[in-house]
């Protein structure tokens, strides 16, 4: 009976060796593919967008600072022209002016929902904003085209389709990415910032303006660089109303404009792999995933100088 005992525990340890050792490999095989699949995408978008400069020889400085796109314009007729700035400034532009309509909102809601209507603003708002991320970005283009862009021709100007329904557009659809962060910010401070402002007199107002919001700052502004990563790599919805107009630097809000995204969407079906138009949107791809890559070491730098976790 002993002997059937000791034989019935040393089956049980010997599962248990085996099931933790399978679910750490299984783990450790997973966390390996993600890796690799991240530096195969990175190497093969590198190499494809360099093939611009390195095989087809076109300048990067005339790839930076020229507005001219046409890249199967024929030599004869001075081409080809492979000038991304108009794509450039088209993206920082929508993607800035989303974000000054969107951060002052998001931060707004997020106090109310953590300070102002802490119990029911939680239940009932958070749930709301957090369905805005997933709704598709083609609805968000559709309803921006349909309601949107008709509103900015017929009482504001211009044809409508124009950096300002581009920008609105993408400020709604930033809005729930930034907010949920700053909620998060702010839920993440200790009580006792809000109990020592209160014990030495200051109101709720001070106490918000003057403790909350300092020390949740760098969280926020993580929230802000996260909602415009999203912004410059938005394509469908902004590309629906934004008129995409190549060659024309949009001088003013009314303007259509056109964004890096929009290009390598619209054009990335009519181009033939290895030639300069194809290797000029993997330019302009890699151009995005550096900027990614550099809006994410910002938010590793920010985030290891918050005060309060």
Not at 51 to 62: K, Q, R
Not at 87 to 92: A, E, L
Not at 234 to 240: I, N, W
Request: with cysteine; net charge positive.
């Amino acid at each position: 009976m002993c002997n059937e005992r000791q034989v019935d525990k040393l089956k049980s340890s010997n599962s248990k060796r085996i099931n933790e050792l399978l679910g750490k490999t299984v783990t450790t095989i997973c966390g390996l593919l993600v890796i690799a699949i991240v530096i195969m995408i990175v190497i093969f978008i590198t190499y494809k967008g360099l093939s611009t400069f390195l095989v087809n020889h076109i300048s990067p400085i005339e790839f930076f600072i020229s507005s001219s796109w046409n890249p199967e314009l024929p030599p004869s007729d001075g081409g080809p022209k492979v000038g991304a700035f108009v794509f450039i400034y088209g993206s920082v532009l929508v993607s800035t002016l989303a974000l000054i309509i969107s951060a002052p909102l998001s931060a707004g809601t997020a106090i109310f929902i953590t300070e102002i209507a802490p119990k029911w603003g939680q239940k009932v708002l958070q749930p709301i904003i957090e369905l805005f991320v997933g709704i598709p970005s083609v609805v968000y283009g559709w309803v921006g085209l349909s309601v949107l862009v008709p509103f900015i021709r017929n009482n504001i100007g211009g044809y409508g389709m124009s950096v300002l329904a581009g920008s609105i557009v993408l400020s709604i659809m930033i809005f729930p990415t930034i907010t949920s962060v700053m909620v998060d910010s702010l839920k993440a401070l200790p009580f006792d910032l809000n109990e020592a402002s209160y014990a030495l007199g200051a109101t709720r107002w001070q106490t918000i303006a003057r403790v909350l919001l300092p020390a949740a700052l760098p969280g926020m502004l993580t929230g802000i660089i996260l909602g415009l990563a999203r912004g410059l790599g938005e394509a469908l919805a902004v590309q629906m109303v934004i008129g995409n107009t190549p060659g024309k630097i949009p001088t003013s809000i009314l303007d259509p404009a056109h964004t890096m995204t929009s290009i390598i969407t619209m054009d990335m079906g009519n181009t033939v792999m290895g030639t300069l138009a194809n290797n000029a949107l993997w330019s302009i791809a890699l151009l995005l995933m550096i900027i990614s890559l550099i809006f994410i070491i910002l938010i590793r730098v920010i985030g290891k100088r918050r005060v309060y976790r």
